[in-house]
């Protein structure tokens, strides 16, 4: 799961609801199924960039980088 900045540059969430610039997995052997609700929270404080996110979350095949399609994206716009 990644939040692509208005920059265009990638953030990848991590289990302890931090980002990181480095590719590295939320989960790892986990079993796909439907799921409604809210991976992360964040109250944004207004020092943050002014525009357009994205929210990006792919499953992977298992060892590997290769991505099953489609990547699940939900856009936003920050604006103070």
Do not use: C, K, N
């Not at 920059?7 to 969430?13: A, K, W």
């Not at 199924?33 to 994205?54: I, K, L, N, Q």
């Amino acid at each position: 799961m990644a939040l692509q900045l208005p920059d265009r540059t990638l953030r990848f969430l991590q289990a302890d609801g931090g980002l990181t610039p480095e590719v590295r997995p939320l989960v790892a052997s986990w079993t796909a199924a439907p799921f409604m609700g809210g991976p992360f929270h964040y109250a944004f404080s207004g020092v943050e960039s002014v525009g357009d996110y994205r929210w990006l979350a792919v499953f992977t095949e298992p060892g590997t980088g290769t991505i099953i399609e489609p990547v699940a994206q939900v856009p936003f716009a920050f604006s103070p």
